[in-house]
């Protein structure tokens, strides 16, 4: 089973950045994918982006294409979320998952306790 440790999150304003960061651990396997998802108060989760395990491919929402980045680390365990010019719908709780099968598009199956993003106005 696949460990997954978000940290980063925080209290930022509008037009601020912030960067997530997520460490997997444990059974993980090797070409799995990782990403990051969202919950606002109210709503479902939602996906945000997502990364292969070299950090040859990303996909990201409508909702932060251009103002999200996302890159696996050198170890390959870690995956970071580059938020720039935040907004106050950006708020919500934000999840890493993983993938471990490989596939693209990913099939994430594990999941982060979750790190708090505000954004105020």
């Known amino acids: 089973q696949v460990q997954l440790v978000e940290s980063g999150g925080g209290v930022v304003q509008a037009g601020g950045s912030l960067r997530l960061s997520c460490a997997a651990s444990g059974r993980t396997f090797s070409n799995y994918a990782m990403g990051w998802f969202r919950q606002a108060p109210g709503k479902e989760r939602e996906f945000v982006a997502a990364c292969s395990y070299s950090g040859g491919r990303t996909s990201f929402a409508d909702s932060v294409k251009g103002r999200f980045t996302i890159s696996r680390g050198s170890a390959r365990n870690t995956v970071n979320l580059q938020m720039n010019s935040l907004k106050p719908e950006d708020t919500a709780v934000y999840y890493c998952?993983?993938?471990?099968?490989?596939?693209?598009?990913?099939?994430?199956?594990?999941w982060g306790q979750g790190t708090q993003v505000t954004v105020s106005s």
């Open positions: 998952a993983a993938d471990p099968g490989g596939s693209w598009p990913p099939r994430f199956g594990s």
